[in-house]
């Protein structure tokens, strides 16, 4: 037995996750299939919990929905990052206290806001046109709406420009430099208690530098915050926190982020003679790894490439058409087999971006092969569509070697099941 990349291991050729056999639970529930490793959320969640002892984490529910993952975050003490009313309502359901929540989101909707108040939520509010309706439900439902505002602090990140958020011209947040004019019409409005102040800068940083830039910019318009005689209880970095997507990446963990950003938020509270609490929204590093997405090969083709079309298409996983991501590449029935060939992994979905992985050594690779693409927890399962007639697939849960459904695979009547015909065409 051998380690393949963290929890990963090989046993007699075979890919084992959690202690199953992947060929195993590929047998048993079909492919595609989506499985998880319970130990290893709980695994990421600790780290950053003991990097951050004094913080709250609250865990970005976007990344990987899946109820019993929230679940299981929730057991661990975890709050919630929540851009809907959907998630909102799961994340309650799990069990993560209202306390613990923190509603997302540039473009909600009156029926979302009012929610929020009534549940008791607080609110990151994304503008000031937002902030004046969240006052006049607050004021109509008799309650206050407990709220920070959403920052973009203007801090350029080295990742793929779709998923960096912190830019001057990105959709999200409130300009710097009317942070503090909107607070203090905050102050004044009917039915809003302004207590925490939120960024997010974006997502897969593979550096500490922008987020230590961005605590220094924050700390900065807190001092302005506090100046105005607002009682600031919490300071939401958001996260970003990105993973070795490539075997072998150096990347930073969570006690380097806490290593970079804790002594500034710690003296700059101080020097303040406040005490807020720190607040982190990590998504990505708590799942990302966690899981692995199963998938048998249909074909091979050699023709000007060498490609091994699979049963998984980017309805299921869209990152590396989205995004140019990279996931690394088992063959699980085959995974401590030599590479012999070079193969592009690609989908069944008719459109020319269905490609998971390109130019990969690997042995050879025939029909019937199972192909593991690692490194699917987050923004996996949670961006599937059912696009080209195709339904959803499982979820699989494993730890300790036992394995359990968490969601089953949808069929034909899935893609059927809101459609109606008008009675003209029956
Ligand atoms: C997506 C998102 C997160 C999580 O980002 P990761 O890079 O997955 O850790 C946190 N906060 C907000 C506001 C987000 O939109």
Same mark, same amino acid.
């Given at each position: 037995?051998?380690t393949?990349?963290?929890?990963?291991?090989v046993?007699?050729?075979?890919l084992?996750?959690?202690?199953?056999?992947?060929t195993a639970l590929?047998?048993?529930?079909g492919?595609p299939?989506?499985v998880?490793?319970?130990t &290893?959320?709980?695994e990421?969640?600790? *780290?950053?919990?003991?990097? @951050?002892?004094?913080?709250?984490? $609250?865990? %970005?529910a976007k +990344?990987?929905?899946?109820?019993?993952?929230? &679940?299981?975050l929730?057991r661990?003490? *975890?709050?919630?990052d929540? @851009?809907?009313?959907g998630?909102? $309502?799961? %994340?309650?359901? +799990?069990?993560i206290?209202?306390?613990?929540?923190?509603?997302?989101?540039?473009?909600?909707?009156?029926?979302?806001?009012?929610k929020?108040v009534?549940l008791?939520?607080?609110?990151?509010?994304d503008?000031?046109?937002?902030?004046?309706?969240?006052?006049e439900i607050?004021?109509?439902?008799?309650?206050?709406?407990?709220i920070a505002f959403?920052?973009n602090?203007?801090?350029?990140?080295?990742?793929?420009?779709?998923?960096?958020t912190?830019?001057?011209?990105s959709?999200?947040?409130?300009?710097?430099e009317?942070?503090?004019?909107t607070?203090?019409?905050?102050?004044?409005?009917?039915?809003?208690?302004p207590?925490?102040?939120?960024?997010?800068?974006?997502?897969q940083?593979?550096?500490?530098?922008?987020?230590?830039?961005a605590t220094?910019?924050?700390m900065?318009?807190v001092?302005?915050?506090?100046?105005?005689?607002?009682?600031?209880?919490?300071v939401?970095?958001?996260?970003?926190?990105g993973?070795?997507?490539?075997?072998?990446?150096k990347?930073?963990k969570?006690?380097d982020?806490a290593?970079?950003i804790l002594p500034?938020?710690?003296?700059?509270?101080?020097?303040?003679?406040?005490?807020?609490?720190?607040?982190?929204?990590?998504?990505?590093?708590?799942?990302a790894?966690?899981?692995l997405?199963?998938?048998?090969v249909n074909t091979?083709?050699?023709?000007?490439?060498n490609?091994v079309?699979?049963?998984?298409?980017?309805?299921?996983?869209?990152?590396?058409?989205?995004?140019?991501?990279?996931?690394?590449?088992v063959?699980a029935?085959?995974?401590?087999?030599?590479?012999e060939?070079?193969?592009?992994?690609v989908?069944?979905i008719?459109?020319?971006g269905?490609?998971f992985?390109?130019?990969?050594?690997?042995?050879?690779v025939?029909k019937g092969?199972l192909?593991?693409?690692l490194?699917?927890?987050a923004?996996g399962?949670?961006?599937?569509?059912?696009?080209?007639?195709?339904p959803?697939c499982?979820?699989?849960?494993?730890?300790d070697?036992?394995?359990d459904v968490?969601?089953?695979?949808?069929?034909i009547?899935?893609?059927?099941?809101k459609?109606?015909?008008?009675?003209?065409?029956?």
């Amino acid at each position: 037995m051998f380690t393949i990349k963290n929890h990963l291991e090989v046993k007699n050729n075979h890919l084992l996750i959690g202690g199953a056999d992947t060929t195993a639970l590929a047998e048993q529930y079909g492919t595609p299939l989506y499985v998880t490793n319970e130990t &290893r959320v709980v695994e990421n969640f600790s *780290a950053y919990r003991n990097a @951050f002892p004094k913080a709250d984490i $609250y865990y %970005a529910a976007k +990344a990987n929905g899946s109820f019993a993952i929230m &679940r299981i975050l929730a057991r661990q003490g *975890a709050g919630a990052d929540v @851009f809907s009313y959907g998630e909102l $309502y799961m %994340a309650l359901l +799990a069990g993560i206290p209202r306390e613990k929540i923190l509603f997302n989101g540039n473009s909600k909707t009156d029926f979302e806001l009012q929610k929020a108040v009534e549940l008791g939520v607080k609110v990151s509010v994304d503008s000031k046109d937002e902030l004046r309706t969240l006052s006049e439900i607050a004021e109509r439902t008799g309650k206050a709406a407990e709220i920070a505002f959403r920052v973009n602090p203007d801090v350029s990140t080295p990742t793929h420009p779709k998923i960096s958020t912190g830019l001057r011209i990105s959709k999200f947040g409130i300009p710097a430099e009317e942070v503090i004019d909107t607070y203090r019409e905050a102050s004044e409005l009917p039915g809003i208690a302004p207590c925490g102040i939120h960024c997010h800068i974006g997502s897969q940083i593979l550096d500490t530098e922008p987020f230590v830039e961005a605590t220094q910019k924050m700390m900065d318009l807190v001092e302005g915050v506090v100046e105005l005689g607002i009682n600031l209880k919490f300071v939401d970095m958001g996260s970003g926190l990105g993973i070795p997507y490539k075997k072998g990446e150096k990347t930073p963990k969570p006690q380097d982020l806490a290593n970079a950003i804790l002594p500034v938020f710690n003296d700059r509270t101080k020097a303040l003679g406040i005490s807020p609490k720190l607040i982190l929204e990590p998504g990505r590093y708590i799942v990302a790894d966690t899981t692995l997405l199963l998938t048998r090969v249909n074909t091979v083709k050699i023709a000007a490439k060498n490609f091994v079309g699979v049963d998984a298409g980017f309805n299921l996983l869209i990152r590396p058409t989205m995004y140019d991501s990279y996931h690394h590449v088992v063959v699980a029935n085959k995974a401590s087999s030599p590479p012999e060939e070079t193969y592009t992994i690609v989908g069944p979905i008719c459109e020319t971006g269905d490609i998971f992985a390109k130019d990969r050594e690997l042995p050879r690779v025939e029909k019937g092969d199972l192909i593991a693409l690692l490194d699917t927890g987050a923004y996996g399962f949670s961006m599937s569509s059912q696009y080209n007639g195709r339904p959803r697939c499982a979820e699989v849960l494993v730890k300790d070697g036992e394995s359990d459904v968490i969601r089953s695979a949808e069929g034909i009547e899935d893609l059927m099941a809101k459609q109606r015909l008008p009675a003209r065409l029956m």
